[in-house]
């Protein structure tokens, strides 16, 4: 049954050797004052490239400067970027794995320190309590452009796609918000397909440049996760209005960083084939709806192929999208093709989530492993 999962496919106009796509992980690996992606980097794409997923989609790339959410964040918010992101989309397509640029702005959670961050409306973080300062008009517009302009630079540098980001807490989720979201004017309102305006007009003039051919996927966050946040009810009608815009694909996250600890995207305690594929019933409800409009993916605590075969099997998603198993295991994918199904080493404890403060992202539980001194940590 797994052979469904490793079989070629294709997910709108992209061509996948299987269905498991690496999600888009922040590994801290660009240079800081440029954002172009560092040699480092570039080296542990082509070691995913290389280790057999059917598709990957990078870290989240900033769209302005305005936008940059943590140090050493990958950058697209240029056009002298797309001479190094070319170099990145090369080593992908040299080991015969496609590759799509996340598309991202941080809004409140900017790293850059001074002027308060920008919001869709006047209001504290919820998780720092510092003050936001809501957009204009103008510069909502400016940002509109500013994703349109980043979707061109990827299509520029011959990635297969890009993928806007809604999902995980950043700006375009804080529109979605009715807690950051509380404006009076055309982008927000009472109803979530109000308050995501500014999303369908980033897809309208991102398609406007890029094409009909060029694939643009997105990543939702199908509920808020946080009291008085929006519903998987909304986010799930949210995904319907989506699949009408004609999006190529939609992948299946939730929660946000400054949520409730239990329904976060990366969660700990996962135990393969137990409780694995934690937004699957969201994931399930949307594909039925879209009634193959466009395509589902599903992320979120997936560890082993046969759960994966099985959520197909049940109609939940077209693909699967992992993160963390990928940062303890690159080649895990050639691993289950080349006939080891065990599931991911990936013990589900964040650990690799700390690393990006000292350099680029990696599972200290494996390197300890492959040293001989295994022990989990303190907080695993």
Same mark, same amino acid.
């Given at each position: ?113 001074? &002027?308060? *961050?920008? $919001?869709?409306? +006047? ?5 720092? =309590? /510092?003050?936001?300062?809501?957009? #204009? ?103 319907? &209005?989506? *699949?009408? $815009?004609?999006? +190529? ?5 939730? =929660? /946000?960083?400054?949520?409730?600890? #239990? ?105 300890? *492993? ?11």
């Amino acid at each position: 049954m797994e052979d469904v999962i490793s079989k070629p496919v294709m997910l709108g106009k992209v061509g996948l050797k299987n269905r498991i796509i690496r999600s888009a992980t922040c590994l801290s690996g660009a240079d800081e004052k440029t954002g172009n992606p560092s040699s480092a980097l570039i080296g542990r794409y082509k070691e995913l490239a290389a280790g057999g997923v059917g598709v990957i989609i990078t870290g989240h790339a900033y769209v302005n400067v305005e936008g940059k959410a943590s140090f050493r964040q990958l950058s697209i918010s240029s056009d002298d970027d797309v001479l190094e992101l070319s170099r990145l989309v090369n080593e992908a397509h040299e080991a015969g794995c496609p590759i799509l640029f996340q598309l991202s702005h941080a809004g409140a959670f900017k790293a850059k320190e001074g &002027e308060p *961050a920008l $919001a869709p409306s +006047d209001v504290k973080n919820p998780k720092t =309590g /510092t003050s936001c300062r809501a957009m #204009t008009v103008s510069e909502i517009h400016s940002t509109i452009s500013n994703f349109a302009k980043a979707a061109v630079r990827a299509k520029d540098s011959n990635a297969d796609g890009a993928q806007i980001h809604l999902a995980h807490g950043f700006l375009l989720t804080q529109f979605l918000s009715p807690i950051f979201n509380k404006r009076k004017d055309a982008y927000g309102g009472d109803d979530i397909a109000k308050r995501a305006r500014i999303i369908f007009e980033i897809l309208e003039e991102t398609r406007y440049r890029v094409g009909d051919d060029f694939p643009l996927w997105v990543k939702i966050s199908v509920m808020e996760g946080i009291q008085q946040g929006y519903t998987s009810l909304e986010g799930i009608r949210l995904a319907e &209005e989506l *699949a009408k $815009a004609k999006v +190529d694909a939609i992948e299946v996250s939730g =929660g /946000t960083f400054y949520g409730n600890e #239990t329904l976060t995207p990366s969660r700990t305690g996962i135990i393969a084939g137990k409780n694995e594929g934690y937004f699957a019933e969201e994931a399930r409800a949307i594909r039925e709806r879209i009634k193959g409009r466009t395509h589902v993916i599903l992320v979120g605590g997936l560890r082993s192929i046969e759960v994966m075969a099985n959520l197909y099997d049940k109609g939940v998603a077209d693909g699967f999208a992992l993160s963390r198993p990928l940062i303890a295991e690159p080649d895990l994918i050639n691993r289950w093709i080349d006939g080891n199904r065990e599931p991911s080493e990936c013990i589900s404890c964040n650990a690799c989530s700390r690393t990006g403060k000292s350099g680029i992202v990696y599972c200290p539980v494996m390197r300890d *492993a492959t040293e001989g001194i295994w022990a989990p940590l303190p907080e695993c």
